[in-house]
């Protein structure tokens, strides 16, 4: 029999949870119904599967972060708006390792509310690089550039990847240095073929 008061939100929760302590490719859902105290069936009645689970947590976990990105970014532009974003990005990825790793998938697109999540994440980022003064299309290479490298660092760096004796935090702040100059003197479209 289901816990009373188990909501759909409340398995995600539990499952983000669980993720952020294992890892999202340790997540069981038998581990979500022990923890919630319910029998493995009466998950079944919230969700439609492990996959399903996962797609749920990236919503959730995309939605969360893209509020600190705002929330970082907001009244800010140019080199400030990108570096706390940047700190925000890292924040949340060391706070939530699990919700962070469930982000990294793009969206089904017929999951439209994975989508929706994506997309305002996006818009966030786009938002910040325009300022650097880039068209519609430099956008997208340059928020794939971002992601990549904030992307990396943040994986080598919770992975232990990063042996050397120097700051960490003084690598990833002279990272977003790099960044900033190469949006500011971003090159022009060029003709392909």
Known sequence: MARAGLTPEKVVAEAARIADQVGLDRLTLAAVAQQLGVALPSLYKHIRGLEALQRQIAVRALTELTDRLTE???GRS???ALCSLAHAYRAYAR???GSYAATLRAPDAAD???VAAGERSVRVVYAILAGYGLSDDQLVDATRGLRSALHGFVSLEMAGGF???Q???RSYDRLIDVLDQAYASWPPERQIG
């Open 112 to 114: 439209a509310a994975h």
């Open 95 to 97: 706070e939530h390792p």
């Open 167 to 169: 700051d960490v935090d």
């Open 163 to 165: 042996g050397l004796p």
């Open 78 to 80: 140019g080199r400030d």
């Open 72 to 74: 970082a970014a907001l």
